[in-house]
């Protein structure tokens, strides 16, 4: 994806990325989508925004729309986080002052007033076998007032079902725990772990971990969710 994104940028012969997950077949992804604007974004992205203020960690910033809307459109104070090192790159050479390639895991030193994860944001947990262990390093990165603005959606509608409603799912372990998988030019990324979380799981681990939490907006199956310090 980061190669996608620089090419992209540099008007280098890019093409649309195709991704799939262990439950569903090859769709694309225009590269051009993580470029877009404000306007362009959904609904769950626009309320995020909107809320909000103070110190910024936009984690997972991809090419940087989110962050840098929040830094030249609301004047904000924003660092952006990304794995990789050739997103966090366009998002320098987009103009975001404070950009980093770091796994969250491994990246401290300030306190924050608004942590973003978007698009999916619950997917960088991996598993709800160690949720925790990124529940409490956000909890260790969030200022004492401060608020994580989380989206997710609940993929129960993409299994089957039987003609009295009862839906088929995989009997061991949670139903939102999926492979990920991107291709781009004829090369595949090794398959990635992405979770998908409904808001009742979430709610239960982020309680668990010292958070209250409050879901904001309903779209269809996708939800935005505020976290804050009990």
């Known amino acids: 994806?980061?190669?996608?994104?620089?090419?992209?940028?540099?008007?280098?012969?890019?093409?649309?990325?195709?991704?799939?997950?262990?439950?569903?077949?090859?769709?694309?992804?225009?590269?051009?989508?993580?470029?877009?604007?404000?306007?362009?974004?959904?609904?769950?992205?626009?309320?995020?925004?909107?809320?909000?203020?103070?110190?910024?960690?936009?984690?997972?910033?991809?090419?940087?729309?989110?962050?840098?809307?929040?830094?030249?459109?609301?004047?904000?104070?924003?660092?952006?986080?990304?794995?990789?090192?050739?997103?966090?790159?366009?998002?320098?050479?987009?103009?975001?002052?404070?950009?980093?390639?770091?796994?969250?895991?491994?990246?401290?030193?300030?306190?924050?007033?608004?942590?973003?994860?978007?698009?999916?944001?619950?997917?960088?947990?991996?598993s709800l076998k160690v949720i925790d262990i990124y529940l409490q390093k956000l909890h260790s990165l969030l200022s004492k007032n401060g608020q994580i603005l989380i989206d997710s959606t609940d993929i129960l509608y993409m299994f089957d079902k039987d003609e009295d409603g009862g839906v088929y799912i995989p009997a061991e372990g949670y139903y939102g725990e999926l492979d990920y998988i991107v291709h781009y030019k004829g090369q595949s990324e090794d398959p990635i772990k992405w979770l998908y979380l409904d808001f009742n799981t979430l709610k239960n681990a982020a309680e668990n971990n010292g958070f209250t939490i409050e879901k904001l907006i309903q779209d269809d199956d996708s939800y935005l969710a505020k976290l804050m310090k009990r």
């Open 1 to 126: 994806m980061g190669q996608a994104i620089l090419d992209y940028f540099h008007n280098e012969n890019p093409e649309d990325l195709h991704t799939e997950t262990s439950i569903s077949e090859l769709d694309e992804l225009p590269v051009a989508y993580l470029f877009r604007d404000f306007e362009m974004m959904n609904i769950i992205e626009k309320k995020a925004l909107q809320l909000s203020s103070g110190k910024i960690l936009d984690i997972g910033a991809g090419a940087g729309s989110h962050s840098l809307y929040l830094q030249d459109e609301k004047k904000l104070d924003v660092t952006a986080l990304d794995i990789s090192p050739k997103s966090v790159e366009v998002c320098r050479l987009r103009g975001i002052k404070k950009a980093f390639a770091k796994n969250m895991l491994e990246f401290s030193g300030e306190k924050y007033d608004t942590i973003l994860l978007l698009m999916n944001g619950t997917g960088i947990f991996q």
